[in-house]
């Protein structure tokens, strides 16, 4: 009986030893579990910003018409170096054969950025649509590319990348000068009845321009062979040697193809409800710059070195409407529905005024 109970005794001992055992085992198991879980949440939760900062963001392309090199290089070299995003892509049109490198920009943002495809552009002719139009072809191809805005070498940036940015993807339309050309004899009748006289537009070239737009202007075979044919700057005497001598110089028609040719392809397809009518960048038209009436306001104001003063670009963040003569039309300028300067961009701008605005921090500040 003794042994029988001794036995029983030993039994249970074990059998709570292990139990125990299994208790504690599975306590290490859970603790082995929890501490993996933690772990894991904590890397996912690192993996998540990291993969969000990943995805590709909608870019603007900057397209550059130049002649050459770009002068201002060094200004917008400071305007892309505050993006670290990868938001933005480069174009430039220069002259064929003309190569962006070491030796011909200081910024290594320009380097290799030329079109190859780029062709003899001359002032007041369509070349200068075709310029533009093989820019946009270029830049379409990344297909993040989602605005697309023309710029000269002459044109700084007021403000700062990301405000530049904000201000421009947060707009659902594009940014097209756009209004109704009756004072000035440049609509050509041959144009009927291709282009009716009723969509004949006029405004600045430096538009921005949403992807859908771009396409159309790359798309487009009807409007621009009638530009080429019909739409022509008129004679100036000191070119009269090389070409033939008009019969009447009063009767020519004045046509700049680069003032009218996005805004009348655009009212020719019915998008004006599409575009918000006014351009981003800023240029001073001084109609007293010449005595010769046939080139008044032909070209827009230079600013030198002189020019380059805080009251000057403080003038020009201040404005906030423009008003369309022939349209009796007002635009009052906003971003994301509240009031806004009208202009991110600014020209003519010579290099040393450009270099002398940077100096004083004028360029890139937020407001």
């Known amino acids: 009986m003794k042994r029988k109970s001794s036995f029983l005794h030993r039994s249970r001992y074990k059998w709570k030893g292990k139990l125990l055992c299994f208790l504690l ?3 290490l198991c859970f603790g082995s579990l929890l501490v993996y879980l933690q772990s894991n949440y904590s890397r996912i939760n690192l993996l998540v910003p990291l993969s969000n900062s990943l995805v ?7 397209l550059f018409i130049a002649r050459n090199r770009l002068p201002l290089d060094f200004v917008w070299d400071a305007f892309f170096r505050a993006d670290n995003e990868n938001k933005f892509s480069i174009f430039v049109h220069s002259r064929p054969g003309f190569l962006f490198n070491k030796a011909t920009t200081k910024s290594s943002y320009f380097i290799d950025r030329q079109v190859n495809n780029s062709i003899q552009v001359d002032w007041g002719e369509a070349t200068m649509i075709q310029a533009e139009r093989i820019l946009l072809e270029n ?6 590319n989602e605005r697309f805005l023309f710029l000269s070498d002459s044109c700084i940036p007021l403000y700062n990348f990301s405000y530049t940015y904000e201000y421009i993807m947060s707009a659902s339309t594009s940014f097209v000068d756009s209004f109704a050309d009756t004072k000035e004899g440049r609509y050509n009748p041959k144009m009927h009845p291709v282009i009716p006289v009723h969509n004949w537009r006029k405004g600045s070239q430096w538009v921005v321009l949403s992807r859908k737009h771009a396409n159309v202007v790359v798309n487009d075979d009807m409007v621009f062979p009638v530009f080429q044919l019909h739409c022509k700057r008129r004679s100036l005497p000191e070119f009269w040697r090389d070409k033939p ?20 392809l655009l009212a020719q397809q ?12 800023h240029s001073s038209w001084d109609l007293s710059a010449t005595k010769d009436p046939e080139r008044r306001g032909w070209h827009p104001v230079t600013y030198k070195f002189s020019d380059a003063t805080p009251e000057l670009i403080h003038s020009i963040k201040e404005i906030s409407n423009i008003y369309y003569e022939t349209e009796y039309r007002r635009e009052w300028c906003s971003s994301k529905g509240k009031p ?10 010579t290099r040393p005024a450009a270099l002398r605005l940077l100096n004083m921090s004028l360029l890139g500040a937020s407001n």
């Open 25 to 27: 085992l599975s306590f």
């Open 270 to 281: 019915g998008l004006e409800e599409e575009i918000t009518r006014r351009s981003l960048t």
């Open 245 to 264: 001598f008009p019969a009447d110089p009063s009767k020519e028609h004045n046509c700049i193809p680069d003032e009218h040719y996005v805004q009348t």
């Open 56 to 62: 590709q963001q909608p870019k603007i392309a900057f």
């Open 340 to 349: 806004s300067p009208c202009f991110l961009f600014a020209r003519k701008f």
């Open 139 to 144: 830049a379409l191809i990344d297909p993040y």
